[in-house]
């Protein structure tokens, strides 16, 4: 994944990268770096690990320079360490180079370099890239003006790349002067006060530009202190309006919480409560129901958390609209997509908006419809917290949850908030077929409690997780039971799990448990049962019967009644519409999840290995 940044201008640029790259830390934080130019000097600081230690480094040897290039790593090729920090530089340390994303030929080109006697430095697969603009410069030095020297010779440099990259070069032999390319990874150019700046994304420019451009892939800009140009892939001059920078706060603080996930999770009250008085309360979303009138099916693309609220979703559209729907792994779609059947509305659902398999099943999606029906507008949606991303501006429509900025890299709010979209969708689809049915009715009400029923289950729920966690110390493997609607939030109250606590756990459909899970179980696995009235409650409760005589360890969720006895411990929810109820089963499964991970001193917001937005495939 990685963050990027780069600026130039008339301020010293090292104060200005170093918060940009605070605010792209949610996108990896196994090393950071950045780099410097000035007339005849470039100087480089990297340090392992997240970018207070670049900070610990940058204290004991400075550097200055008003252009400048940073970078905050997710190691894909080589160990997260220094060596493989970027910037990434040429032998002469000359040109210094940050990338977001894969050169999938590094191997064949970083052969070719070592075969001409160039010595490499790193394990990155970016490394081949100072290489080729340092080899580039030394051949166009003297045919191209010296004022668009660089320029050209990273066009050189990129043609032979393949793969998806956003990247910032500079040179000590042009120091006013710095250049970025886009390719299948998200780059945006940011317009301040005598200031100009390209990064990953709006957060970095937050409070530094007043206007933003995005580049489209194949494009080049140049920044200098005096403006910004920029170019396409032919090298030809292009316009561009910018477009005012939104104004999100993203100076996001954690108020009286240990860490933000958990502020997030109790964020999720108010979140329900603007979605019902936005999308319940109002009048329908008419662009939402014209996109829905003669939809006939429905294919649901996403990743991680944001396919498990798919799959909420998917359960809601069929059971309550009565559309057919089918949720793909985008990672999966991207390489076998199903027969494309007239009518179908596919929607891309990711709250960061910007990962990588998502982005490119549905510009599959989008090109397959293309060419069967040239001038019909795809139906096409996107769900994301993040309208400003590369999915808001691939899709047609996009429907906005606007959950406020989410820090931690475990998805919460933001799950809750794509749920809720489901419910919007269902609900509209399901009033346009049958009217206000009885089943209809009953959801809407049940909605509009819900605000105030989360507030109190958050209340609630916080110190009996708290308490419960410490049950888990020793314990290395947990089960996940749930069935219909709430099969999805067993699979998400596991993933939670994983993530964060890095306890190893698996979500079933509790029906599935004997076909082999069950071999599993003892006094040392727990089971987590999601047990809400309705049609499957008896099977759910016979399910957990079956864990707890193989002396598994029976934590439940669902109403306190007769039936939920059997439970060795449970975390209540109020009794609520089964429909619902995944809006409150998942609070207990969040809580859980964090307070074992807080209870075990781990790094709850920023988990290893993990980052919040996946760039890369
Ligand atoms: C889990 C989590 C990930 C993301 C996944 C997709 O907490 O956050 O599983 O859900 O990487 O990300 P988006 O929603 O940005 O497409």
Sequence with gaps: MCGIVATIGSREVVPLLLKSLQRLEYRGYDSAGLATVM????????AEGKLVHLREKLEKSPVAGCCGIGHTRWATHGKPDVRNAHPQLDEADQVAVVQNGIIENHRLLRQGLEQQGVRFRSDTDTEVIPHLVAQALADLRGTAPPTDLLRQAVARAVEQLEGAYALAVVWQGQPGELVAVRYNAPLLIGLGEGQFFCASDTPALAGFASTIVSLEDGEMARLTPLGVELFDGSGQRIQRTPQPLRGDDYTANKRHFRHFMLKEIHEQADVAAAWVERC??????????????NVQR?????CGTSRHAALVGAHLLEQLAGVPSSVHYASEFRYAPPPLMPQTLTIGVTQSGETADTLAALTIEMERRHALEPNVPPLMLGITNRADSSLGRLVPHVLDLKAGVEVGVAATKTFLGQMLAFYGIALLLASQRH??????????????QLPEQLSRTLHAMDQCCAELAHGFAETRDVIYLGRGINYPIALEGALKLKEISYIHAEGYPAGEMKHGPIALLDQHVPVVSIATPGPVFEKVLSNAQEAKARDARLIGIG???????IFDVLLPIPPVHELVSPLLTIVPMQLLAYHVAAHRGLDVDQPRNLAKSVTVE
């Design 298 to 302: 429905v294919q649901l693309l996403a």
């Design 559 to 565: 109403p306190v009644c007769g039936d939920t006895e």
């Design 435 to 448: 009217g206000a049915s009885a089943q209809v009715k009953a959801c809407r009400q049940a909605l509009e």
């Design 280 to 293: 319940l309360a109002a009048p329908a979303d008419e662009s939402l129901a014209t996109v829905l009138r």
């Design 39 to 46: 007339p005849g000097q470039l100087h480089c600081r990297k």
